[in-house]
């Protein structure tokens, strides 16, 4: 019960980054909101860099974390099924194939045993 309730949260949380990202990126869903971001991400970009008296153009800012929102948003939901398959894989121990030979020898009947 407790897997199909996280897995839709999770597809949740991934679908408001993507929202989100697209509505720093483009007016497409909601103007309002895209003009908000508009706004304060200018004084964003002048605060980003801290101390380094680095200039980023608020435009290019607010795009680049627009677009890194919607990927990571696309990753989370695309992604963690096939984490979930990498990380098994990875932390199962290893099996002893058919094909090897093995590596406890055989060995062959003892004549009192015959």
Partial sequence: MGFPIRRLFVVAVALFYIYMGVCKVSPILNAEMHNEFKSSFGGHARVFPGRLNIKVDPELYRFVFGVL???????????????????????????????SPSTHKERAPSVSQV
């Avoid at 919607?70 to 002893?96: D, F, H, K, N």
């Fill in 69 to 99: 929102e919607i990927v990571c948003g696309a990753l989370i939901i695309i992604g963690e099924s096939i984490w979930q398959s990498t990380q098994s894989t990875c932390l199962s121990p290893p099996r002893p194939s058919s094909a």
